[in-house]
């Protein structure tokens, strides 16, 4: 039987690149936008169908999961990707602001997991990915908030994968390094003006490339956390700058990892740091600053 996958926040980037990747591999696929005018995208691929979905409406989440079943008979794999990015200092960012953050890459997931949870503990099986980031583990400045949202996706992950453990049901996470996607055009920057940052955040994006990953890097490890069977594994690492951060971790251990970040961070990154990061990708994309 034809296993079926569900995709959430598909209009582009690495939601887009994850329906491709499910699709091409034989799979059916309920993808999901906001936009009723963007439920023609996938309308030349017969295994998928769009379905519209506002993450933020939780009171949406079990109509939405009983429709989703029901497209295709089954789910067996739920991966949680809608979201974006709130940039710039936490004195810069309204609580406004910190509230939608949380409520579309936190609250959001979380209603639309506990929606698909009785489906899978139910028939003893199913995947749920979520896409975190690795500004989970950077603490990257001029993203905390963005970052602490990512960081909440990845505990939850963990925590999930050993609740879910005993129905036969994985809960994965797939930690994206930077990527040439539109979350950098389509940045909710600071709602306050406080130029004192002005300087150090220009320091700092100085040494950020202005290149990343092709998306479908993060829809093939998606792919592969939702097929390769392991209980065991919840840490995914998608782009060659995610897969460089648990290895200078073990590398110079949590300390001097933190003095080197520290580093380069504040804009002057030491010749180790340069030696053991490695570069994101080729791929262009828009410069963020």
Do not use: C
Not at 87 to 115: D, W, Y
Not at 119 to 135: H, K, L, M, P, Y
Not at 258 to 282: H, I
């Amino acid at each position: 039987m034809t296993k079926t996958a569900v995709v959430t926040g598909t209009s582009s980037g690495l939601g887009k690149a994850a329906v491709e990747k499910f699709a091409r591999e034989g799979w059916n696929v309920v993808a999901t936008v906001r936009d009723p005018e963007q439920l023609g995208l996938y309308a030349e691929l017969e295994n998928v169908r769009t379905l519209l979905l506002d993450v933020d409406d939780e009171a949406a989440a079990p109509t939405f999961a009983a429709d989703a079943v029901a497209a295709f008979g089954g789910v067996d794999v739920l991966v949680n990707n809608a979201g974006y990015f709130q940039m710039g200092p936490l004195e810069a960012s309204s609580m406004e602001q910190i509230h939608r953050q949380f409520q579309t890459n936190v609250f959001g997931l979380l209603a639309l997991t506990q929606a698909f949870l009785p489906v899978f503990r139910t028939q003893q099986s199913g995947v749920v990915v979520n896409i975190a980031s690795i500004g989970a583990e950077g603490g990257y400045p001029y993203t905390s908030v963005y970052s602490a949202s990512k960081a909440a996706v990845l505990t939850i992950s963990e925590a999930l994968n050993v609740e879910m453990h005993p129905f036969g049901v994985q809960v994965k996470a797939v930690l994206p390094g930077q990527h040439a996607t539109r979350i950098f055009s389509k940045i909710d920057g600071p709602d306050i003006e406080v130029d004192a940052y002005t300087a150090q955040i220009q320091a700092f994006f100085d040494h950020v490339p202005e290149s990343g990953s092709e998306p479908s890097v993060v829809g093939d490890v998606v792919y592969t956390a939702a097929t390769d069977g392991r209980t065991d594994k919840v840490h995914y690492y998608a782009g060659p700058d995610a897969l460089a951060i648990p290895r200078m971790k073990r590398l110079l251990g949590i300390e001097d990892y933190w003095t080197e970040f520290q580093a380069f961070a504040l804009g002057s990154p030491s010749p180790l740091w340069q030696t053991l990061n490695v570069p994101a990708g080729t791929a262009p994309l828009e410069r963020i600053i």
